[in-house]
């Protein structure tokens, strides 16, 4: 191995301590917890290590948000992938988009809430970003219905499962109810 490989090897693995570090803070304290003072002093390294591969904190929030995307492409595909049926398989989906978003709050907020300075539903978004949003629709193309188009009902979906997601972790749905929420949006919105 070259020095210039052993080099390039060691700035990709500070790169993903300093992300993973600052998931692990963000997961246990919330995202006013991570700063470039607090991952500097927690990975070992000076803030200007940190700079040099991190311009800040939004860029640090972007880094998290896309590998949380691309986690929960993965997750949805596994899950979807066990299914043998279209209501099964949007049902699985439901299931396990919701169950991404409250296992993993701020890795959840990170992609949708918080400024990581990532384009969505633009040319230029980031590929993790376009996986999971195809990660959605192979499963909800299936079911769009006639005259529908399938990026549309998607979208729809997506936002119906967000708002379910967010106002679940706020507190405002009562807790009891999460299966049948589910279960009305198969059966409503996507009709199987």
Not at 13 to 27: P, S
């Amino acid at each position: 191995m070259s020095v210039q490989e052993r080099k390039q090897r060691e700035r990709a693995e500070r790169e993903r301590l300093i992300v993973a570090t600052a998931r692990e803070l963000a997961e246990q304290q919330g995202w006013d917890a991570v700063t470039t003072r607090r991952l500097a002093e927690r990975i070992e390294y000076s803030q200007p290590v940190l700079y040099s591969h991190f311009r800040g904190k939004r860029e640090i929030i972007g880094a998290v948000a896309l590998e949380g995307a691309a986690e929960m492409a993965a997750a949805l595909r596994a899950a979807t992938s066990a299914a043998d049926d279209p209501r099964t398989r949007v049902t699985a989906l439901a299931r396990t988009y919701l169950e991404f978003a409250e296992r993993n709050p701020a890795v959840y907020d990170a992609i949708f809430q918080l400024d990581g300075g990532l384009a969505f539903a633009k040319e230029d978004t980031p590929e993790p970003l376009k996986d999971a949003f195809a990660a959605l629709l192979e499963t909800l193309g299936e079911v769009t219905g006639d005259g529908v188009h399938p990026g549309l009902f998607t979208e729809t979906f997506w936002a119906a499962l967000h708002g379910l997601a967010t106002l679940t972790r706020a507190g405002r749905l009562p807790p009891g109810d999460a299966e049948r929420r589910v279960e009305l949006l198969v059966d409503r919105l996507a009709m199987v």
